[in-house]
T-cell receptor, first 113, second 117 residues
């Protein structure tokens, strides 16, 4: 069974630009969660989508948004990039949600210059 | 104060040693407790998952949960160089509202472990 895939794996942007990251969950999984990982803050929850609806959201500004498509693939968007947005963005899929086992993708390493 | 506290280490042990990794938490509403392992440049992978106090064993790994003390541990027996990674504890709570199930997963900072031959 194919794992969680994320594209692109690496991205370099400049301040003020916007970026879209993509996540394809494991086949049959309906829940997709996004996390930001930085050395200082660790892994922080961004949001969770289930059946195309945002079900939960972390404490991030509105510049961070996401969506989920009918095939459960998900995208997250960050607008007006700031230097502090440089991080590893991880996507995790699960069958039903956060109380189920979550499978993580390899992440997208975003660098903002 | 963070909801989940984990000693970041780094922790360096010789091959064959028993490793003890620990997390404390403040939110008594957490219901599920997990340990993830993350190798460099990879996403975290689930090692252990439990929802009750007590011990759970899987091969060389034992997860221990003490809800009364709000403390969880992961023990690695006969540690190997391939165990060198960052270990993250994670805790989840779920709730229902308006017929919809919600969940929140909170991670510790991660402990960097190196097992040297």
């Amino acid at each position: 069974k194919a794992g969680v895939t994320q594209t692109p794996r690496y991205l370099i942007k400049t301040r003020g630009q916007q970026v879209t990251l993509s996540c394809s969950p494991i086949s049959g999984h309906r829940s997709v969660s996004w996390y930001q990982q930085t050395p200082g803050q660790g892994l922080q929850f961004l949001f969770e989508y289930f059946s195309e609806t945002q079900r939960n959201k972390g404490n991030f500004p509105g510049r961070f948004s996401g969506r989920q498509f009918s095939n459960s693939r998900s995208e997250m968007n960050v607008s007006t990039l700031e230097l502090g947005d440089s991080a590893l963005y991880l996507c995790a899929s699960s069958l039903l949600g956060t109380n189920n086992e979550q499978f993580f993708g390899p992440g997208t390493r975003l660098t903002v210059l | 104060q963070k909801e989940v506290e984990q000693d970041p280490g780094p922790l360096s042990v010789p091959e064959g040693a028993i490793v003890s990794l620990n997390c404390t938490y403040s939110n008594s509403a957490f219901q599920y407790f997990m340990w993830y392992r993350q190798y460099s440049r990879k996403g975290p992978e689930l090692l252990m998952y439990t929802y009750s106090s007590g011990n759970k064993e899987d091969g060389r790994f034992t997860a221990q949960v003490d809800k009364s003390s709000k403390y969880i541990s992961l023990f690695i027996r006969d540690s190997q160089p391939s165990d060198s990674a960052t270990y993250l504890c994670a805790m989840a709570l779920t709730w229902n509202a308006g017929g919809t199930s919600y969940g929140k997963l909170t991670f510790g900072q991660g402990t960097i472990l190196t097992v040297h031959p």
